[in-house]
């Protein structure tokens, strides 16, 4: 089994609605990020959460807002989609000691 | 403020031919340096990374990538390509102690051609 899933893998949504992204993880981890990747760009952070009660705002973080409900659950929402939010989004998570991040499959979100 | 630069957004290399992808950083603290990869469809998956040891760093797959402090540069290469190589790679910088957040290059797709 995956050590970090994310649903739903795909997901097509009209501009304006609401849309939630998740995150689970198996592998005991405090640190858990959310990022974005469009071409040619790169990733780029939006939230990153080291704890339950540590949730901090990364480069893009307006338009979204996440939630992290307990150590292995890190989710992120769109309140009100737009098409420029169109996108790859990963979850990831660290360890803290050794630097690394893991990375879960990804979501292609596709704003209409 | 940390950055990352990676050279060429797309790389062609025959197969068995040797593999370079560039990256320059620039960081006011030691950084952390990695290599991912990323397949068609999947998510990142670490190479390898430097954290102030060894300068000469060994990864999957039969990569390398050798850190330059006076050169700022963190390139990444492997000897003979394979078809199976074909991805985009990925450099990211991060700091050593505090946040750990990464900075991400911008990619660079390698077609590996046979």
Redesign the interface.
Known sequence: DAD?TQTPRNRITKTGKRIMLECSQTKGHD?MYWYRQDP??????IY?SFDVKDI?K?EISDGYSVSRQAQAKFSLSLESAIPNQTALY?C?T?D?SS????????TRLTVT | AQSVTQLGSHVSVSEGALVLLRCNYSSSVPPYLFWYVQYPNQGLQLLLKYTSAATLVKGINGFEAEFKKSETSFHLTKPSAHMSDAAEYFCAVSDYKGTYKYIFGTGTRLKVLA
Request: no cysteine.
């Open positions: 970090v640190r040619g760009l790169g990733l780029q952070l990153y901090n990364g990963f990831a660290s803290g630097n690394e991040q893991y990375f879960g499959p990804g």
